[in-house]
């Protein structure tokens, strides 16, 4: 990790720059995907699946016999971590319920906004090197409570050609029984325009590689809604020496293993912690089974040094991390400042880990900067908000004036004739 010491704000910008994303191959690639799902349906998905990962297909739908078969080969230790976290998301996304609202604007001129659920989600879970059975919890907990009416799921198989029985598993305990064994930018293109098997739906959600996020973003364009603009993961840690450097080293480690696209960052008051913290890195990557990842992924992460706790504040705003630890004294107050942060975990005892798993928050969060202006998923995401209004005669009445002067000066003659006609006919 290179290491900054009070770097002036002009350099700012390059130093929370994140590792380039943009791969003109990549994006020709999924290109030719979504094209070839869209005009062959079912018969592309078989034939990616023998070009891309050189096994066949065969059934694309996930029967409830493998749901059964896979349950039974989960542990009891999962099952119970399974039923905790599931009831710890559950508690704090039911508290999110979005309520009706009504509100007589004027005398006669009633107008109301309400929630309603999205009809159709699909839900991504990456599988690959790590299959994430968490986000099965992330993505599936909300759709069940705001009452999505059809819930799918797109997750790879393994090289034994199953899907991982701890994802069938989670899902299964989430309600979610429509699955399918797909991976990739094919399984985006699946759910997004739909084929003879994968039904389409009307926003997609969860985490991927750069061919899932690439697909994603060119089919939000004009084809499906999505949950957020998001890439490689990513966590800063800000400390003020409070926090023993173990913690911090574990912390930026459990995110640099996700992959070697990842970025971690380590924003400190002194050059002595930069140098613990190193040391530590040394010690506990050479333990982890994903060490090569994590090496890479060190390789374009960065340590910043500010002696002034302003400036730590102001850059942690600035690069807008999807998680920020705060492993400082006071970290409410310093929590207080944060504008721009996908999760914020507040103290040296609350690893960025607890998020992902079983905390009640949820770990779908955006990147690369997004955080200033998306928030991560919630209840929220899977509704939508329709407005309703409804006039009495004297409300028309007592508002016409105004509606028929601004169609007027728009240059809207018919706008204005919709109102002046009505009061006309009493």
């Known amino acids: 990790m290179d290491s900054y010491l009070n770097p002036p704000r002009e350099q700012w910008p390059a130093l929370c720059r994140r590792p380039s994303s943009v791969n003109p191959t990549v994006r020709s690639r999924v290109e030719a995907i979504l094209q070839r799902v869209r005009e062959q349906g079912d018969e592309a998905l078989r034939a990616l699946s023998l070009e891309i990962d050189g096994r066949p297909l065969g059934a ?36 999110q319920r979005p309520q009706e609202i009504s509100v007589e604007t004027a005398p006669g001129v009633r107008c109301v906004q309400r929630p309603v659920p999205i009809g159709k989600v699909g839900l991504y879970i990456p599988g690959g090197t790590a299959p994430l ?25 393994g090289k034994d050609g199953r ?29 997004a325009y739909g084929t003879q098997t994968v039904p389409k739906v009307d926003k997609i959600f969860g985490p ?73 890195l040394e010690r506990q990557t050479a333990a982890l089974p994903r060490a090569d990842f994590v090496r890479q ?4 992460s960065r340590c910043v040094v500010f002696s002034d706790e302003a400036d730590r504040i102001d850059f942690a705003n600035a690069y807008a991390p999807e998680h920020l630890i705060l492993a400082v004294r006071d970290p409410w107050q310093f929590a207080a400042r944060i504008t721009a942060a996908g999760s914020v975990f507040v103290g040296a005892w609350t690893p960025e880990s607890a998020g992902d798993y079983a905390s009640g928050t949820n770990h ?26 409804e006039l009495t005669p004297e409300g028309l009445r007592a508002l016409s004036g105004t509606i028929v002067t601004m169609a007027e000066a728009e240059g809207l003659q018919a706008h204005a004739n919709a109102v002046k006609i009505r009061l006309r006919d009493e």
């Not at 992924?297 to 374009?300: F, N």
């Open 60 to 95: 694309i739908e996930v029967s409830a016999e493998e749901i059964r078969e896979a349950s039974a080969r989960v542990s009891d230790g999962v099952r119970r971590a399974v039923a905790q976290a599931e009831a710890n998301i559950r508690a704090f996304h039911e508290a």
């Open 133 to 157: 059975f968490s986000t099965v919890l992330m993505l599936a907990v909300p759709a069940s409570i705001a009452g999505c009416p059809e819930v799918v799921l797109c997750t790879p198989t």
């Open 163 to 191: 899907v991982n029985a701890e994802v069938l598993y989670t899902a299964a305990y989430c309600g979610v029984t429509r699955i399918f064994k797909l991976g990739g930018a094919q399984a985006v293109a699946a759910m």
């Open 208 to 280: 991927g590689n750069q061919y899932v996020t690439t697909a994603k973003q060119l089919l939000s364009a004009d084809t499906v809604a999505i949950d957020m603009p998001a890439g490689p993961s990513e966590v800063m840690v800000v400390s003020d020496g409070s926090a023993p450097a173990s913690f911090i080293a574990a912390d930026l480690l459990s995110q640099a293993e996700h992959g070697v696209d990842s970025q971690v960052m380590l924003v400190c008051s002194e050059e002595r912690t930069v140098a613990e913290v190193r040391e530590e």
């Open 297 to 300: 992924a060190l390789d374009k």
């Open 364 to 389: 779908t969060l955006p990147t690369c900067g997004w955080a200033r202006s998306f928030s991560g998923v919630n209840l929220d995401s899977f509704y939508r908000k329709m407005t309703l209004q």
